[in-house]
């Protein structure tokens, strides 16, 4: 495992690592077994798996991850420059998510799938695209899972193949029916390691990083000595209080118009409510008139 820097080639010559003493036997066992459960003697068995070869070590198989933490400036762009280079590298994004922080702030994440031997030339390029704050470079070595997931993978091809011929042999019900049904069991068993094969081997040929996003906060921002960054942060400064004025506008007008459906009705009672006090009083008011008329 290696953190930081440069992080080692996807495949590398190696040494052989030798399988524990005990173990190649234990497998053979467990093929013959399943083979002589299916009606197949044990020296037929033993022929099936010597036919099947156990899968010779070559170069190591390594997993490549990387973190990065990244503080921007405008995470959209960063996010559609992320998209491009993985393009670009023959890779894709598996993932990505952006939230807000608050305070004219946002954040995202985003997951890189990109090959194996463009790894640390796009991990350096990634880096420049902004102040990078925490980076973890780390690799899993699965050489070993990859050789024995091969080596049964071949065991169990075998197997099946030698099962689909006795197949034909078969005469009687009984055996057929027997013999089918070891060859469903082994055929499950290889579709299964199968997939797990695929996706071990996707994952070594396509490494991956991971990228924590972050903005800057503008209130954080400060003029250097001698007037450094003074445009920069004059921008900023003017973006911040245009983004405030628009963010302020565009609030009091949502909450007007959600606020429609209670604040409409009860105008229209409160005007009715005026047109009656209204009334009354002009009614009352024509009574006090006809009363001080002389009579």
Not at 125 to 143: P, Q, S
Request: glycine residues 6%; hydrophobic residues 45%; charged residues 25%.
């Amino acid at each position: 495992m290696a953190y930081g820097g440069k992080a080692a080639p996807a495949t590398a010559p190696a040494p052989a690592v030798p399988p524990a003493p005990d173990a190649p036997a234990r497998a053979m066992d467990a093929d013959m077994a399943i083979m002589e459960e299916a009606g197949i003697g044990r020296e037929a068995a033993y022929a099936t798996v010597q036919e099947a070869p156990a899968g010779a070590p070559g170069q190591r198989q390594i997993i490549q991850n990387a973190y990065l933490h990244l503080e921007i400036r405008h995470i959209d762009e960063i996010v559609t420059t992320l998209q491009t280079m993985a393009d670009q590298a023959g890779g894709y994004v598996a993932s990505r998510e952006i939230y807000n922080l608050g305070e004219e702030r946002r954040a995202g994440h985003v997951s890189l799938r990109v090959p194996a031997d463009r790894f640390a030339l796009l991990l350096a390029a990634i880096k420049d695209l902004g102040k990078t704050k925490n980076e973890r470079v780390f690799t899993d070595d699965v050489t070993m899972q990859y050789i024995d997931l091969e080596a049964r993978i071949t065991n169990l091809a075998a197997q099946e193949k030698r099962l689909r011929e006795l197949l034909q042999k078969a005469e009687s019900i009984e055996d057929i029916m027997h013999v089918e049904r070891e060859l469903g069991r082994i055929r499950g068993d290889l579709e299964a390691m199968e997939g797990n094969f695929r996706y071990l081997r996707e994952r070594v040929q396509y490494s991956s990083i991971e990228i924590q996003l972050e903005e800057k906060d503008p209130r954080t921002l400060m003029v250097d000595d001698k007037f450094a960054g003074f445009g920069e942060r004059l921008v900023d400064l003017l973006a911040l209080n245009t983004n405030r004025l628009l963010k302020g506008f565009s609030g009091f007008f949502l909450f007007t118009l959600g606020s429609l459906p209670i604040v409409l009705p009860l105008l229209i009672i409160a005007f009715l409510i005026g047109k009656l006090l209204k009334a009354i009083r002009a009614k009352n008011i024509r009574k006090e008139e006809q009363r001080n008329l002389p009579q």
